[in-house]
């Protein structure tokens, strides 16, 4: 899981590992930024792994998947008969990961709406289901993730101000493939590896070469799947 920064000499990465190890030692609201497929979701993981809630639930919810009553629907979950087809009722991901961690993936994805009601959440630490009328309390810590420029789509009005700053507590950049360039053999064959730690393959110096000279907009998610 901590394959991304334990494998690394860049000093760009040390401080990223630095600054995991201090959010775990927190309950702050961590906020990740960086391309797409440099590894945000593995650096959350790990500040929740190395955190006091480690022994409860890491979820992992991807804001630019669903539909906005389907995101609702899957964060907060409904009440019976919330609306057509709810037969029973259904705990929500916020609500069945009470102790634990929710991870928020492009958080920059996330409806004006959704936004309104999920800052709610990380003020009042409570929510309501679909349909509800009891808030429910809910013990959690958020970490939240996005590719994008949050900063700039407050100024631009595409995303709350109010949520950003509740959000950006504790602000953690993750680099870009190309400015830790000296990871990258580290990272290949790391990736080449078995389950035991053992190579499984080997890069020849004109295979590596060509990795070196290419310029991966994917990052690590690229590099593995050429690898």
Do not use: W
Not at 12 to 37: H, K, N, P, Q
Not at 112 to 131: D, N, P, Y
């Amino acid at each position: 899981l901590q394959l991304n920064y334990h494998v690394c000499k860049s000093k760009v990465m040390e401080t990223v590992y630095e600054r995991a190890l201090r959010a775990s030692r927190f309950d702050s609201t961590v906020l990740i930024t960086g391309e797409s497929g440099t590894g945000k979701e593995l650096i959350a993981r790990t500040i929740h792994q190395l955190s006091a809630r480690a022994g409860n639930r890491f979820v992992a919810f991807n804001c630019g998947s669903f539909t906005e009553d389907l995101m609702a629907n899957e964060l907060f979950g409904h009440e019976q008969g919330a609306f057509t087809g709810a037969s029973q009722a259904k705990a929500g991901l916020i609500e069945t990961a009470s102790g634990g961690t929710v991870f928020l993936d492009e958080i920059g994805d996330m409806p004006a709406t959704m936004q309104v009601k999920l800052l709610r959440v990380i003020q009042e630490r409570e929510m309501l289901r679909v349909g509800g009328t009891t808030p429910r309390p809910v013990d959690l810590r958020f970490i939240a993730a996005t590719h994008r420029d949050l900063q700039q789509d407050v100024e631009q009005e595409h995303f709350r101000q109010d949520l950003y700053f509740r959000i950006n507590v504790f602000p953690i950049h993750v680099p870009s493939l190309a400015e830790r360039a000296e990871d990258l053999p580290l990272l290949a064959r790391a990736m080449l590896r078995d389950g035991d730690g053992k190579p499984e393959y080997h890069l020849t110096e004109s295979a590596m070469a060509l990795l070196k000279s290419h310029h991966f907009r994917g990052n690590i998610r690229e590099l593995r799947n050429i690898l």
